[in-house]
């Protein structure tokens, strides 16, 4: 049963990102599930700054700590960099500085210009 929870839980990420490195990234958020709900809660955030952005999901190391591994949600954008950084960090201060915690330094968002 939790087998299928999970695979169910995958999926819902697929529908909602973009995956880099698919195999790396399912395991990583099967190994970290309480990820998971928050995937679900920032995706739809990022979607009132950033409407019409693709986000993909990639297991990359923590610059921060050698050895150790978070995921990165890039959402990629055609903005201005201005425009952009200002919805960053209005993302930010209107629901991810809350949040961060929830992530145990394991997510983290940043924004891609094209």
Known sequence: MIQTRTADAAFSIESLYSLKGK????????????????????????????????????????????????????????????????RLKEFDRAWWLDELGRSQGLLCVSVKLQ
């Open 23 to 86: 195999t790396a990234v399912i395991q990583f958020i099967d190994e970290q599930s309480f990820l998971i709900p928050l995937l679900v809660e920032a995706r739809e955030n990022i979607d009132i700054y950033f409407p019409t952005s693709e986000v993909s999901l990639e297991v990359i190391t923590d610059p921060e700590a050698e050895g150790d591994y978070q995921v990165l949600a890039s959402v990629s954008t055609n903005l201005t960099a201005e425009d952009a950084y200002r």
